[in-house]
């Protein structure tokens, strides 16, 4: 089956031909026609399934067919695409350039960290398709170059990972201005009852697709767990990439200072290694990221808000130094391999303390993912791991949360 069984049209049929692709994947079998239909849409999509040109090809097609507007000289934005975090922004707008090559469609990228004024130039020009981060668009929004009074489509990518970051009260700011009579599109990788609460403030009778089980992994990445003591995971990793040769590891910490701290430690290992996060300018973490997809530098350690969106064609190798506060970033994590119908391996390295995030991983997963141990690194049963007095597992979470991003703890009351 070819993508002229969903209804695209032979300009955009042939700009995916020339990008390598044949055959839709099943998000898009099912989501493109849908979306030409005018339906509103919740899909679940993990990342890798070729989601963004789930919703870039029939939009564009829609705006092309409104041949009126695309001439007019102002070029109001007729559509809307936000994404979490400036790297999957990126990677939205680089798709809609390539896909829409054969039009006289304009888009414009805009996203924290990069000059405003560039970008308030671009607007002024007008651009039919807008992609842009929640937090810049408000600065956009309230210096009026930004006009959102003619958005035809609207799009949420990553709608979860937008909640997770704090962004319901930017998105309720960027939805005031825009018409109630649109089209509104929502993807996420993961379906939680959040998920499900926001869809019914913003989409109106959507058709929910899902293609695969709900909260699922790619079945092609090897999920391998390995208890290890926390002070040696940095050395076992070391030895696994340096005994296994790999040359493109991807690994995610909690903590910016835990992802930089790595880095340095594998770089005395021998193993040309750099850190992003959100602290990092963008033009730094522009610049490690295209030395990773270069291979100029081996491993690439990450914390999750900035690895969203990071597109690196036959990444093989994920790491989790450490496992996730919130179970849902495990999908995340692990679905920058194994993308495109390729084969991936994900390695989580736990630690006891972390024993309850990984039952909160199964149980999202609604499977076991048994721990194993490697000769010469098994866990030391005679170091004690004490869980804090009168906690629960629930209370330590709230606490390593707070630590991670530096709040004080509330002080006991005597």
């Known amino acids: 089956m070819g993508f002229s069984t969903t209804g695209l049209n032979p300009q955009l049929i042939a700009a995916v031909t020339e990008q390598g692709y044949t055959e839709p994947t099943p998000i898009q079998a099912a989501t493109i026609p849908a979306i030409l239909e005018g339906q509103d849409i919740m899909a679940g999509a993990q990342t890798g399934t070729g989601k963004t040109a789930a919703f870039a090809l029939p939009i564009l097609q829609q705006l092309s067919q409104n041949s009126d507007d695309s001439q007019n000289p102002e070029r109001p934005i007729r559509a809307l695409i936000l994404t979490p975090t400036r790297e999957l922004a990126q990677q939205v707008h680089k798709s809609f350039v390539s896909y829409g090559q054969n039009s006289s469609l304009q888009s414009a990228l805009v996203y924290g960290g990069a000059s405003i004024n560039s970008q308030i130039i671009a607007l002024s020009q007008g651009v039919d398709i807008l992609v842009a981060t929640p937090g ?13 009074s003619q958005i035809q489509h609207l799009v949420f990518d990553e709608a979860d990972r937008m909640l997770d970051m704090g962004f319901m009260d930017e998105i309720r700011r960027i939805l005031k201005p825009i018409p109630a009579q649109r089209q509104t599109l929502l993807f996420s990788a993961t379906f939680a009852q959040a998920i499900f609460d926001l869809s019914k403030t913003l989409l109106n009778e959507p058709t929910l697709i899902e293609v695969d089980a709900r909260n699922t992994t790619a079945t092609q990445v090897e999920q391998m767990v390995y208890a290890v003591d926390a002070d040696r995971k940095r050395e076992l990793l070391s030895w696994l990439i340096g005994s296994k040769n790999w040359k493109q590891v991807l690994v995610f910490t909690r903590t910016k200072q835990g992802a ?7 770089c005395k290992d021998g193993l040309k290694t750099q850190s992003i996060h959100g602290d990092k300018s963008q033009g730094a973490r522009e610049r490690a990221l295209e030395a990773f997809r270069e291979g100029e530098i081996r491993v690439l350690v990450a914390t999750d808000v900035a690895a ?22 495990y999908i995340h994590r692990i679905g920058r391999t194994g993308r495109a119908g390729g084969s991936g391996l ?3 390295l736990l ?3 972390e024993n309850y995030l990984l039952e909160e991983i199964e149980t ?16 030391d049963p005679t ?6 007095r009168n906690s629960t597992p629930g209370a330590q979470k709230r606490r390593a949360r707070d630590r991670a ?3 004080k703890p509330a002080r006991r009351r005597r």
Do not use: C
């Open 136 to 148: 810049r668009l408000i600065d956009l929004i309230g210096r009026g170059a930004a006009d959102l």
């Open 260 to 266: 930089d701290q790595l880095a340095s430690e594998m």
């Open 308 to 329: 969203r969106g990071l597109d690196i064609d036959q990444l093989s190798y994920v790491v989790n130094f450490e496992l996730p506060y919130n179970a849902e970033d």
């Open 346 to 348: 994900a390695i989580s």
């Open 351 to 353: 630690s006891p303390p």
């Open 364 to 379: 999202i997963l609604d499977t076991r993912l048994p721990q194993q141990w490697l000769p010469g690194y098994e866990p």
């Open 383 to 388: 170091k004690e791991h004490r869980p804090a």
């Open 405 to 407: 991003i530096g709040k």
